[in-house]
């Protein structure tokens, strides 16, 4: 009984007209948790109480912009927008947890390509996957070993007399 009620609350927070795809995308130590929200009659969609035009992308309640400064990061991001023809069409809230900027930025790409994947599986997938941005990056990094000078794989300066 107590998850019917909690069911019924998240679906009453969400109207009909603002339904959104979901997707995780991860790099590193970072997790980028995206939500693409679609609304077919409005301009403007209302996500959390706060009014958005279509092609917003809000990244932890801020501007990406903001969050990735520069050109070039903004040239990234947009890219699965772009090879799938969807700039403008979404407005896209992305939560990201850990890691630097730079592994923040490819776990966002790699949401965003997840998520527009879910859209239209049939329309973007192969498209996205020749772009390579589908494939998740599984490179981390190597943990510390005991014995060693500190890191993964310095060794301890050998005296020489």
């Known amino acids: 009984m107590v998850t019917t009620k909690i069911i019924e609350k ?18 590193k130590e970072a997790s980028a948790r995206v939500r693409l929200y679609v609304s077919t009659t409005e301009e403007k969609i209302i996500v ?9 992308i809000m990244v932890n309640q801020r ?24 700039l403008g069409r ?6 990201i947890v850990g890691g630097g900027l ?8 790699h949401g965003l390509a997840r ?16 772009r390579g941005f589908l494939t998740r990056d599984s490179r981390m990094k190597q943990r510390r070993k005991a014995g060693f000078a500190g890191k993964a794989r310095k060794k301890k300066q050998s005296p020489k007399r």
């Open 102 to 109: 730079t592994g923040q930025l490819e776990a966002v790409i």
């Open 10 to 27: 998240e679906s009453s927070k969400e109207t009909a007209s603002n339904h959104y795809y979901y997707a995780v995308g991860r790099r």
């Open 90 to 95: 979404f407005v896209t809230t992305i939560k």
């Open 48 to 56: 959390q109480d706060k009014s958005y035009e279509k092609g917003v």
């Open 63 to 86: 501007p990406i912009e903001d969050y990735f400064i520069g050109e070039t990061a903004k040239k990234r991001y947009l890219e699965p927008f772009r090879t799938t023809n969807n």
């Open 115 to 130: 998520a527009l994947d879910t859209v239209d599986h049939e329309k973007y997938h192969s498209i996205l996957k020749k």
